[in-house]
T-cell receptor, first 113, second 113 residues
Framework: DTAVSQTPKYLVTQMGNDKSIKCEQN?????MYWYKQDSKKFLKIMFS???????INETVPNRFSPKSPDKAHLNLHINSLELGDSAVYFC????????????FGSGTRLTVV | GNSVTQMEGPVTLSEEAFLTINCTYT??????LFWYVQYPGEGLQLLLK?????DKGSNKGFEATYRKETTSFHLEKGSVQVSDSAVYFC????????????FGTGTLLAVQP
């Protein structure tokens, strides 16, 4: 009965590869997000979708492409992975834009070697 | 734009000591304010929130009061435990066009027995 689930939890891959991270929420929320946490624990929003529509797209390389097949799922595809992409990626969801807070997944630790 | 500033860590305390982690914000309008906690190797959990001025959020012995006059939302706990060791994030949701949760840089708390 996990609220926001991400897979995989760990991902180790070589430079230049393409990988995807999947996220699903069963809370009935209408908005989903991807955040990146760097090695200093700093959290920065990357994307936000509301009912499958992209509403936030921060300054992120276009190698990163989110996809939302329905409002319960938001996947992140990354092309041509670089060493600097190594980080923990968190998916989150919220109701009504976030005034009551976001619910976060447990994160995906991506290591590019 | 909106921003959150919180005290740098690490904060190292002995068990049963009093905890304060300072957080101040800059925002237009009337944001909602949050504290999130991240235990080692885990995702972010909502600890407490306040949605309007003078509201006090509380949970698990932690408290924070939304002070509009000082634009602050300091986190306090009267007696910390070893199990409180984690990274604490102050966050702001401004709503409207901003429509995203903005985090402070996080404060690592280490409680020693």
């Amino acid at each position: 009965d996990t609220a926001v689930s991400q897979t995989p939890k760990y991902l180790v891959t070589q430079m230049g590869n393409d990988k995807s991270i999947k996220c699903e929420q069963n809370l009935g929320h209408d908005t989903m997000y991807w955040y990146k946490q760097d090695s200093k624990k700093f959290l920065k929003i990357m994307f936000s979708y509301n009912n499958k529509e992209l509403i936030i797209n921060e300054t992120v390389p276009n190698r990163f492409s989110p996809k939302s097949p329905d409002k319960a799922h938001l996947n992140l595809h990354i092309n041509s992975l670089e060493l600097g992409d190594s980080a923990v990626y968190f998916c989150a969801s919220s109701l009504e834009g976030g005034n009551y807070g976001y619910t976060f997944g447990s994160g995906t630790r991506l290591t590019v070697v | 734009g909106n921003s959150v500033t919180q005290m740098e860590g690490p904060v190292t305390l002995s068990e049963e000591a009093f905890l304060t982690i300072n957080c101040t914000y800059t925002a237009t309008g009337y944001p909602s304010l949050f504290w999130y906690v991240q235990y080692p190797g885990e995702g972010l959990q909502l600890l407490l929130k306040a949605t309007k001025a003078d509201d006090k959020g509380s949970n698990k012995g932690f408290e924070a009061t939304y002070r509009k006059e000082t634009t602050s939302f300091h986190l306090e706990k009267g007696s910390v435990q070893v199990s409180d060791s984690a990274v604490y994030f102050c966050a702001l949701y401004g709503g409207g066009a901003t429509n995203k949760l903005i985090f402070g840089t996080g404060t690592l708390l280490a409680v020693q027995p």
